[in-house]
């Protein structure tokens, strides 16, 4: 079944430390993900998405197919990228969207 | 660019009555319209693709005669819960895609129905 598992439903560091947001997926066949992003009082947004291969506001995220991986990677947070984050799986190809239940991610200062 | 809006952003009604949702892409035409569910502290959950034009297709478990998609023209969707009841209460979101770049999905700002 496709899956997408965000283990951690909140996730607390201080300002300037690394964050890693975990995601896992299942999926048989050669799966499409997102990271979306959802700041307090607005509208869920894309950060990024694996084929881009891009950083985004300091965010990087790397496919791993052997660990059935997509975890979102910053060095370094700020207090702005306090937000809900979730990972979504582009279950095959026509853009219907599988989303994990998301992490809180709060900086603290 | 690429704005979607959702109106009304909040609705209350009593139970037994139909609550009619508008999703509206602002600045570009959506050749395709999602919509989701998210219960309180829960993920978002696809209900329905819809192409302009054409009939949504339905996920597994969603009823079409309780939840009516009509994706009349490229620019609005609408999302019908029929005979609503309590347990219809929830956040229903759109989302949109099409225009320059047809794999992103665009959110609107999601719709609070609370059914009494």
């Known amino acids: 079944a496709q899956r997408v598992t965000q283990p951690e439903k909140l996730l607390s560091v201080f300002k300037g430390a690394p964050v890693e947001l975990k995601c896992n997926y299942s999926y048989s066949g050669s799966p499409e993900l997102f990271w979306y992003v959802q700041y307090s009082r607005q509208r869920l947004q894309l950060l990024l998405r694996?084929?881009s291969r891009e950083s985004i506001k300091g965010f990087t995220a790397d496919l791993n197919k052997g660990e059935t991986s997509f975890h979102l990677k910053k060095p370094f947070a700020q207090e702005e990228d306090s937000a809900m984050y979730y990972c979504?799986?582009?279950?095959?190809?026509?853009?219907?969207?599988?989303f994990g239940a998301g992490t809180r991610l709060a900086v603290h200062p | 660019g690429a704005v979607v809006s959702q109106h009304p952003s909040w609705v209350i009604c009593k139970s037994g009555t139909s609550v009619k949702i508008e999703c509206r892409s602002l600045d570009f035409q959506a050749t395709t319209m999602f919509w989701y569910r998210q219960f309180p502290k829960q993920s978002l959950m696809l209900m329905a693709t819809?192409?302009?034009?054409?009939?949504?297709?339905?996920e597994q478990g969603v009823e079409k005669d309780k939840f009516l998609i009509n994706h009349a023209s490229l620019t609005l969707s609408t999302l019908t819960v029929t005979s609503a009841h309590p347990e219809d209460s929830s956040f229903y979101i759109c989302?949109?895609?099409?225009?320059?770049?047809?794999?992103?999905?665009?959110f609107g700002p999601g719709t609070r129905l609370t059914v009494l």
């Open positions: 819809s192409n302009e034009g054409s009939k949504a297709t339905y």
């Open positions: 989302s949109a895609s099409g225009g320059i770049s047809t794999d992103t999905q665009y």
């Open positions: 694996h084929i």
């Open positions: 979504a799986l582009d279950s095959g190809g026509y853009n219907k969207l599988i």
